[in-house]
C-alpha cells in the first residue's frame, strides 16, 4: 500500500486517545529505528528508516511478504519459522535485510504479536550489534577479495555482486542490484539451462556447469559456473552463483583440437579429420542416391629431390604452396587434405558422374603444373593424381582412399605429372608394384645383392679403360639376375639411397684392392648416381668417408649422373658437383640426349666424361637428324675437351660407325656382358678386348 495513514487502532497500538493515525504515523516515522507493522503475514507499514534502510522513497511502498524483507526471522536462537509465535510481551529475533545496496544487511529486535489469530504484529528491529558488523564485513571482504565473480540471488533479484562480476561482466553493483539476473547475464539460448540449474541445485543441493554467459557489451563469456543454495539460519533463501573465466583454457582446448585433427604445417586436415568427413560423404551417398562423392590422392612427382637438394625448409614452403593451389582449384563444397610427407587427399562431394571427377582433377592437375617459387627459383614439382569414384564396394572410408591410392601409383608408373581414374585392372598391377617393393626390402635386409662390372673399352686400340659398376641380384637359388627393374622402385622408396652408399663403399674397397693386385692396370671405376642419392644432402659426406677409409686414388673413380637428374635444377646440380670435383673425383653426364636437354648443359657443368644415350648410340648407322645429332654431341664433347662413351654396342656395325666418329670410349654387349669380381679381375689382366677393329 502507499505511504497513507494507517488506522493504528487496528493494530493494537495503546496510543493516546487523542492522536490520530497521521500523529501516530509521525511518531513511528521519527523513531531511529525500523519499525514494521504485519498483518496475515505481510508487511504493510514500515517507517521512514526502514524505507531508507530498504532504499525506497517516499510513497513507493507497497505490501509486501515478511520474508521478502526479513529474511530468515526467527525469535532468539530458535530454529527458522515462517509464522512466529509469541506473547505480547515480544520475542527476541535476528534476520537479515536486502538493503538499498544490495548487500545483506543482518538486524536483530522484537517481534511482538499483538493478535495471534488475525497474525497482527509489531516488528522493531535495528542493525546487528557489535558482535555481527565486523562479521558482516568480514564475510563481505572475503566475498570481494575472490577470484571468482559471485552473484546472491533471492527471487530471482540480485541482492549482492563482487567486484569480480563487474569486471567480468562489466554491471557495477548498483547496476545489477535488484535486477533479474536471468534477463541480465543469460543468453536467451541458455534460459532453459539456467531453470534446470535451479532444480539442480534444489534437489542436490549444488550444480556445476561449463556454459556461457553474456556480458553488458553482448559478448559470450565462457564461464565454470557453481550455484548453489542461499541459506539464512539454515533456510533456503536464495541461491549463490560464482562464476570463474575459462576463456583462455576453452581456446587453448579449442587450439588442441584443431591442431589434433590438422596439419600444423599447412593448416589442412590431417588424415584423421579427412577419413570422418569422407565417413559422412559416404553415409549421406546411401541417403542421397541420385549423387555420390569421390577422392583425389597427390603425390608430389619430385617433392623428395627438392627436399634433399635445398634442404628442408625449402621442402615445407613446397608443402604450404600445395595446399594453397588445393584451396584454390577446389569448389567449396570440396575438401582437401594433407595425409603424411607430400601425399594429398581431396574429397570431391555431390557429383553425378565420374566426368565430374574429371574435371576437377584436371583444374588440380594444371595448378601443380605452373612453377613453384621457392626461395627465389622457379621449381617444377608437378604431382601424380589418382582419381576413384565411389561405389557399392567403399563400404569404409579406407576401401575408397586405397583405390585412388592406386590410380595415383598407375599415374607414378606412367612417368607423373597426370592422373588416372581407378578401374580394377590397376588393383592387380599395383598390387604386383606392391610385391616388388617387398621384395627389394627383403633384398636389402637379407643384403642378397652384389656388385659387377661391365668393361669400358677404348675403340681405337681395344684397350681396358675401367668398369661401369652395377648392382646384381643374386638369388637364394644361387642365380643372378639383373637389378634394373628393382631399381625404380628403389628409387620410389628412398632405399636408392643406402644401396648407393653401400655401392660406393664396395666400389672403393674393389678399387684399392685391384690396384694392390695389378697396379700396372690404371683401371677407372664408374659409379651410377641415382637423382634421390644425387640430391641426398649426406652424399658427398659418405664420398668423402669413403675415400678416407679405403684411400683410393680419387681420380680413378667416375660417377655418372644421369642427364635429366642435372638439367632438372641446374643451379643446384653445379653446387653439388662443385663439392664432388673438390674431392678429386671425376664426372660423367649418364644418357645424354635422352630428354632432349640444351647442348649448353655441358659447358656449364663441371662435366669430364659425356656417357651417350643407347639411342644415339642405335642412331649411329643411321640417317638423318639423329645422326646429325649424334656427331654434334660427340664433336661438342672433344671441343669442350670431354671424352665420350657409347653405351649399349650391340652389333658389329654400330662399334665400327662410333670409331669413325671419333667416339673414344665404348661398352655394350658386343664388347662384354658384366661380370663378377673375379672374371673382372681376369679381364684386367688381360688388358684388351682382340676383336676391336685394326688393332
Known amino acids: 500500500m502507499g505511504n497513507t495513514s494507517i488506522p493504528m487502532e487496528t493494530m493494537g497500538l495503546n496510543l493516546p486517545e487523542n492522536s490520530d493515525s497521521t500523529l501516530q504515523q509521525e511518531i513511528l516515522d521519527a523513531l531511529p529505528v525500523l519499525v514494521f507493522l504485519e498483518r496475515a503475514g505481510n508487511i504493510v507499514f514500515a517507517n521512514v528508516e526502514a524505507r531508507q534502510m530498504l532504499g525506497l522513497a517516499d510513497g513507493e511502498w507497497v505490501e509486501r511478504p515478511v520474508e521478502d524483507v526479513l529474511w530468515g526471522l526467527f525469535p532468539g536462537t530458535a530454529e527458522p519459522q515462517t509464522l512466529l509465535t509469541g506473547t505480547k510481551r515480544g520475542s527476541p529475533f535476528h534476520a537479515t535485510l536486502p538493503s538499498k545496496s544490495g548487500r545483506l544487511l543482518p538486524v536483530e529486535g522484537t517481534y511482538c504479536l499483538l493478535n495471534a489469530e488475525l497474525r497482527e504484529a509489531v516488528i522493531v528491529a535495528h542493525p546487528g550489534g557489535r558482535e555481527q558488523a565486523p562479521k558482516s564485513r568480514l564475510i563481505e571482504d572475503v566475498l570481494a577479495s575472490l577470484p571468482e565473480a559471485v552473484a546472491i540471488v533471492h527471487d530471482n533479484h540480485v ?6 562480476f563487474t569486471r567480468m561482466f562489466g554491471y557495477t553493483a548498483d547496476e ?10 543469460v543468453p536467451e539460448t541458455r534460459q532453459n539451462e539456467y531453470a534446470l540449474l535451479e532444480r539442480t541445485v534444489d534437489q542436490y543441493g549444488r550444480a556445476t556447469i561449463e556454459t556461457v554467459r553474456v556480458n553488458k557489451d553482448g559478448e559470450l563469456v565462457d564461464v565454470a559456473m557453481l550455484a548453489g543454495p542461499l541459506l539464512v539460519d539454515g533456510a533456503k533463501v536464495g541461491y549463490v552463483f560464482t562464476y570463474r573465466d575459462i576463456g583462455d583454457r576453452k581456446q587453448t582446448e579449442a587450439k588442441l583440437q584443431h591442431d589434433a585433427m590438422h596439419d600444423v604445417l599447412t593448416e589442412l586436415p590431417n588424415r584423421a579429420l579427412f577419413l570422418d568427413r569422407l565417413t559422412l560423404a559416404l553415409s549421406r551417398r546411401l541417403r542421397r542416391r541420385d549423387q555420390t562423392c569421390g577422392v583425389l590422392f597427390l603425390d608430389l612427382d619430385h617433392f623428395k629431390e627438392i627436399n634433399d637438394s635445398m634442404g628442408h625448409a625449402a621442402g615445407d614452403v613446397l608443402l604450404k604452396a600445395v595446399s594453397e593451389r588445393l584451396r584454390t582449384a577446389l569448389r567449396p563444397q570440396d575438401s582437401a587434405a594433407r595425409l603424411g610427407g607430400d601425399e594429398f587427399g581431396v574429397l570431391v562431394e555431390s557429383i553425378l558422374t565420374v566426368s565430374d571427377l574429371d574435371t576437377v582433377a584436371t583444374r588440380v592437375l594444371s595448378e601443380m603444373q605452373r612453377p613453384f617459387e621457392i626461395f627465389g627459383n622457379q621449381i617444377q614439382a608437378g604431382a601424380s593424381i589418382g582419381v576413384a569414384m565411389a561405389g557399392p564396394d567403399h563400404t569404409a572410408p579406407e576401401l575408397l582412399i586405397r583405390d585412388a591410392d592406386f590410380a595415383m601409383y598407375t599415374a607414378k ?6 592422373y588416372e581414374i581407378f578401374d580394377k585392372q590397376m588393383e592387380g598391377h599395383v598390387t604386383t608394384q606392391q610385391e616388388r617393393e617387398r621384395e627389394l626390402r627383403s633384398v636389402v635386409e637379407r643384403r642378397e645383392f652384389e656388385v659387377w662390372y ?3 673399352y677404348r675403340l681405337q686400340t681395344g684397350k681396358l679403360e675401367g668398369f661401369e659398376s652395377l648392382l646384381r641380384w643374386r638369388r637364394a637359388d644361387g642365380s643372378v639376375d639383373s637389378f634394373s627393374e628393382l631399381l625404380p622402385v ?3 622408396t628412398g632405399l636408392s639411397i643406402s644401396l648407393g652408399r653401400e655401392t660406393v663403399e664396395t666400389v672403393c674397397r674393389q678399387l684399392r684392392k685391384w690396384t694392390e693386385e695389378l697396379p700396372q692396370a690404371d683401371l677407372t671405376l664408374t659409379i651410377n648416381v641415382s637423382h634421390r642419392q644425387f640430391y641426398h644432402p649426406d652424399m658427398v659426406a659418405q664420398l668423402m668417408m669413403a675415400l678416407a677409409a679405403t684411400g683410393v686414388d680419387p681420380t680413378h673413380l667416375l660417377f655418372e649422373v644421369p642427364e635429366a637428374t642435372l638439367n632438372e635444377n641446374p643451379d643446384a646440380a653445379v653446387a653439388i658437383l662443385q663439392r664432388m670435383v673438390d674431392c678429386n673425383v671425376r664426372i660423367a653426364v649418364d644418357n645424354f640426349g635422352s630428354n632432349l636437354a640444351p647442348l649448353n648443359l655441358l659447358s656449364r657443368l663441371p662435366i669430364d666424361v659425356v656417357k651417350l644415350d643407347p639411342r644415339l648410340t642405335v642412331a649411329a648407322t643411321s ?4 645422326l646429325a645429332v649424334l656427331e654434334s654431341v660427340i664433336h661438342l ?3 669442350l675437351g670431354m671424352q665420350v662413351i657409347g653405351q649399349g654396342i650391340e652389333t658389329p656395325a654400330q662399334l665400327d660407325a662410333m670409331c669413325r666418329m671419333g667416339c673414344e670410349l665404348g661398352q655394350g654387349h658386343l664388347l662384354s656382358y658384366a661380370v663378377d669380381p673375379v672374371r673382372a ?5 688381360v688388358g684388351y678386348w682382340t676383336k676391336i677393329p685394326g688393332a
Open 159 to 164: 541482492l549482492y555482486t563482487n567486484p569480480v
Open 176 to 185: 545489477a542490484s535488484g535486477e533479474n539476473l536471468r534477463e541480465l547475464i
Open 637 to 639: 664433347g672433344h671441343t
Open 490 to 492: 628403389a628409387e620410389d
Open 623 to 626: 640417317t638423318g637428324r639423329q
Open 454 to 456: 661391365q668393361p669400358i
Open 413 to 418: 608408373q606412367a612417368g607423373g605429372g597426370r
Open 681 to 685: 679381375l681376369h679381364l684386367a689382366g
